[in-house]
């Protein structure tokens, strides 16, 4: 399974960005989506996941600001980031489930100027 991230850039604080991950097989065989973040020296943490099923699931620490959705049609996973923060300045990372394994896009750099 090969992952497609995109849509990241330079954005002011207060502003909205929404970032896409395409997948190369229908996304109605994955078991589940999600989109990470990881800022260098530090963890990759996970902020929202959204199940086959459409049930999605978002970190508290980014909850009211992100919204995870899914386009079968496109095979495409979405995270609307909005309200964005200086903090907020990462690598994101869309990952996906499928057949027990972990498979995970690239990247895209989201820059958050204060």
């Known amino acids: 399974v090969q992952l497609q991230a995109s849509g990241g850039g330079l954005v002011q604080a207060g502003g909205s960005l929404r970032l896409s991950c395409t997948a190369s097989?229908?996304?109605?065989?994955?078991?589940?989506m999600a989109w990470y973040r990881q800022v260098p020296g530090k963890h990759r943490e996970v902020l929202a996941r959204?199940?086959?099923?459409?049930?999605?699931t978002v970190d508290e620490s980014v909850k009211g600001r992100v919204t995870i959705s899914r386009d079968g049609a496109q095979n495409t996973v979405s995270l609307q980031m909005s309200d964005l923060r200086f903090e907020d300045t990462a690598v994101y990372f869309c990952?996906?489930?499928?057949?027990?394994?972990?498979?995970w896009g690239q990247g895209t750099l989201v820059t958050v100027s204060s």
């Open positions: 990952q996906a489930y499928y057949e027990s394994k972990s498979f």
């Open positions: 097989i229908s996304i109605s065989n994955l078991v589940s």
């Open positions: 959204i199940r086959n099923d459409g049930y999605d």
